[in-house]
């Protein structure tokens, strides 16, 4: 194996096989120890229609009822978070149907991402490119869900997992921006593997990922951005050989992110060296 491949395993705590049902056990169960640890009240998520959102929002309602069950009263609010009509709305419902959260709330992000569009022209004197208004609405997403949890003393819940992570494919203090991170370990083909072994229908854990972020591309794929399949990330992860060029561009993209996945610099940081 690269060697740079076997410290990013090792870094991510990817394993090469899992079985989903002690991994679905095991996250409920850091869902609820943290909770406890910390005398927060609950959780909440945006919740996409994707693969990524559907699972970590089934297994914090599995948490919220695992507390009930400890007589520990539990809120789990998961929220649609559409910029104006969410294109594949039909998704986001069925994800919804599926992980039967105590709460639902719909906050459209529109008028916040406009506004900063607006103000944004006026300041810079030029138009917000779509790929920044992108990251805009991320951010917004996360200060709608922060919102939410300071109001009820939740802690929101973030969808990074391993396959994300290692190209840094998440927008900095946008969705990168939570308190606790239910899914971190697992590559997406296991994301889907924990979402079969819970019922999920099969239109959601075999939908295409697509981080959804842009007015001119909606439901631009994230293989399509990213120029990697998520099969090659996978087995990259689990520490096969996927051939030099895709091997380097994954470790570009990790070597470029690395400030991504650690907290703002400071002068006593060598991370960067
Ligand atoms: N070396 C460095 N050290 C410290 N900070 C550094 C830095 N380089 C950039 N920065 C900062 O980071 C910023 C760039 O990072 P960021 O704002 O995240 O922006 P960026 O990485 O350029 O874009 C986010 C990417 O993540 C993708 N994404 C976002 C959200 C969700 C999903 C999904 O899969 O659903 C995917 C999105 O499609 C896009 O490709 C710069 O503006 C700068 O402020
Ligand atoms: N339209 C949306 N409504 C609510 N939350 C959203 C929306 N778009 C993104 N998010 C939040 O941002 C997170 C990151 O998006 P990302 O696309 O990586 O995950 P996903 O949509 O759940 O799964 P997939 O990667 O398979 O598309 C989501 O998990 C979700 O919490
Ligand atoms: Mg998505």
Redesign the pocket.
């Known amino acids: 194996m690269r060697e740079l491949q076997a410290q990013i395993i090792a870094e991510l705590g990817v394993q090469p096989r899992i079985d989903p049902a002690a991994e679905i056990t095991r996250r409920v169960e850091f869902l609820t120890s943290y909770l406890k640890a910390t005398g927060t009240r609950g959780y909440v998520l945006g919740i996409s229609g994707g693969i990524d959102s559907t699972l970590a929002g089934r297994l914090s309602q599995l948490a919220a009822e695992r507390l009930a069950e400890e007589g520990i009263e539990a809120e789990f609010i998961a929220v649609r978070l559409p910029y104006g009509v969410q294109h594949d709305e039909d998704d986001a419902r069925a994800a919804l149907d599926f992980i039967r959260a105590r709460t639902e709330r719909t906050f459209n992000i529109a008028a916040a991402v406009d506004g900063f569009e607006a103000e944004f022209a006026r300041t810079a004197t030029a138009e917000v490119s779509d790929f920044n208004k ?2 805009i609405k ?1 951010r917004s997403r996360m200060i709608a869900q922060y919102a939410l949890a300071g109001h009820d003393r939740l802690l929101v819940v973030g969808t990074d997992h391993a396959a ?1 992570s290692v190209t ?5 203090f ?3 921006g939570a308190d606790i991170l239910p899914l971190f370990t697992l590559n997406k083909r296991q994301n889907r593997a924990l979402l079969r072994e819970l019922g999920a229908p099969e239109k959601l854990w075999s939908k295409v ?1 697509t ?1 959804d ?1 842009l007015d001119g591309t909606p439901g631009r794929t ?1 293989e399509d ?1 990213l120029g990697i399949s998520y099969d090659e990330i996978d087995d990259y992860l689990e520490g096969r050989d996927i051939g030099e060029g895709p091997a380097s561009g994954i470790e570009r993209r990790y070597l470029a ?1 690395r ?2 996945r650690a907290a703002p ?1 400071s002068l006593l940081d060598t991370w960067w060296k």
């Not at 840094?168 to 900095?172: A, I, R, V």
């Open positions: 992108g990251n991320a994300e840094g494919f998440f927008t900095k946008g969705d990168g990922p981080a972020l994230d951005e992110t400030h991504k610099v």
